[in-house]
């Protein structure tokens, strides 16, 4: 590809970790071909939005990422892609006609699209290659940690998602182009790796599952900490939680909840129990109490009676969540659940959301507490003025410390002395060199 003329090029990305790996993945190439990558739209020649359509309010931040570059002046090629581009893809083509609108099977080929339009040549769309995993390993992302795609798409159709019928059905990715990908990125200078995907605990790569998959990830002869992103809790096996005890394995796991009430658990059509979600933490800090487990929890699905909630509360206090994102209920066409019509007012969506992010916050106050008079093995991921280093130790809890000498993407011991509250929703432990 060889575009003289374009020299910026812009990205907003909106919504989950694989968005981000594939911005970055895409940033990454279009480095490598002499652009100057931004993270916004002004005087770029190119402008990106990778958008997200997983809840309406998903819709409406990605439509006002794309308003807002047009609103400051931006005259460049628009290129709207991601999941909203797959769910509202007509609606997009006629409210922005000259923009592009590319479906995530194609976001691959984006860079030869821009190269054809600057060359004013046309790719018919069937000869775009695309492809879920024809994305290069990305040597200059937007993330100290570097991210992995290892599977794409989602058979489970849970009845409020939508993201099986934009992102398909579920793919996973040979096993040796994975670790290839590890062993580059550490090549690169990255220290932290994060496995990716939509359904990452349903990999299976001609019989190969995930646990074995982790398995021969933390076997690679080379020195890097893995963390496992977004799972859902089923499938797993006693080879999973002997994977998680590995030096390498960071103690952390996203597990997505979404109700404490086995009735709505039910409903939604969850593939498990909360019996069972609990013998997982359980299981998981049996031999690490403070494992951090993060999670999701939708307030206000159909049919949520006040019970219902309270038992949402109920398991976010009793699971001692390190995290919790909370979202209401968004109705989504398509679905199963927008059938339903047992629909709570939003009114009460919003008080129940209001009252789950308290009982939340208060949890993860709770365990980051924990950690004062511990050590934490920091990666840092940006210094201030002031001379305070921040990053994340391997629990994936913020910490700050003191230093002149530490640089960004570089591993220090902290010895943990403090809690800094005066951000009330994101707590950071606060250290010293250790």
């Known amino acids: ?87 509202h893809k007509e609606a997009l083509e006629a409210q922005y006609p000259n923009a592009y609108v590319i479906d995530n099977n194609l976001k691959s ?8 339009h600057f060359n004013k040549e046309i790719i018919p769309s069937g000869q775009m290659t695309g492809g879920v995993f024809n994305f ?21 159709f849970c009845t409020y998602c939508i993201i099986p019928r934009v992102r398909g059905r579920a793919v996973s990715r040979p096993v040796n182009d994975i670790l290839e990908n590890i062993q580059q990125v550490v090549a690169f200078g990255y220290k932290e790796v994060v496995i990716t995907g939509v359904n990452i605990s349903r990999y299976n790569d ?43 394995v960071t103690p952390h ?24 979600y609990k013998a997982i933490v359980e299981k998981v800090r049996s031999f690490n109490p403070l494992f951090n487990i993060t999670s999701d929890v939708i307030v206000g699905f159909p049919g949520e009676s ?29 679905t199963r659940a927008a059938r339903m019509t047992s629909v709570v007012p939003e009114k009460v969506k919003t008080n129940r959301s209001k009252q789950l992010r308290e009982v939340a916050d208060l949890a993860k106050l709770n365990y980051r507490k924990q950690f004062i008079g511990l050590q934490q093995t920091v990666l840092v991921e940006s210094m201030d003025e002031d001379g305070w280093a921040k990053g994340y130790g391997e ?12 640089q960004k993407n570089t591993f220090h011991v902290i010895h943990i002395e403090d809690i800094d509250t005066s951000q009330e929703d994101e707590p950071v432990l606060i250290g010293k060199l250790a």
């Open 395 to 406: 629990h994936y809890v913020p910490v700050k410390f003191k230093s002149d000498t530490a």
């Open 253 to 276: 796991l996203h597990l997505c909840l979404q109700s404490g009430s086995e009735q709505i658990l039910l409903q939604m059509r969850r593939m498990y129990t909360l019996k069972a």
């Open 206 to 248: 001609n019989g190969l599952n995930f646990s074995q998959l982790i398995r021969k990830i933390v076997e690679l002869p080379i020195e890097f900490r893995l963390r496992i992103s977004s799972i859902e809790p089923d499938g797993f096996d006693d080879d999973f939680f002997e994977a998680l005890k590995h030096p390498k």
């Open 306 to 334: 006040e019970a219902d909630f309270q038992d949402s509360l109920d398991a976010v206090t009793e699971l001692k969540f390190g995290h919790v994102h909370t979202f209401k209920y968004s109705k989504r066409e398509e």
């Open 1 to 87: 590809m060889s575009i003289e003329a374009v020299k910026k090029i812009g990205f907003k990305t909106l919504g989950c970790r694989l968005n981000q790996f594939e911005t970055d993945a895409l940033a990454s190439k279009f480095v490598n071909h002499g652009f100057k990558v931004v993270e916004d739209s002004k005087n770029t020649d190119v402008f990106i939005v990778n958008t997200c359509t997983i809840t309406n309010q998903s819709d409406q931040k990605s439509r006002y990422a794309i308003n807002q570059a047009i609103k400051k002046g931006h005259e460049g090629m628009l290129i709207i892609t991601g999941c909203m581009a797959n769910h």
């Open 136 to 156: 290069d390993p990305a040597s200059e992302t937007f993330h100290t940690r570097s991210m992995v795609k290892i599977q794409d798409g989602c058979d489970n």
């Open 109 to 116: 080929s984006i860079p030869e699209l821009v190269s054809a």
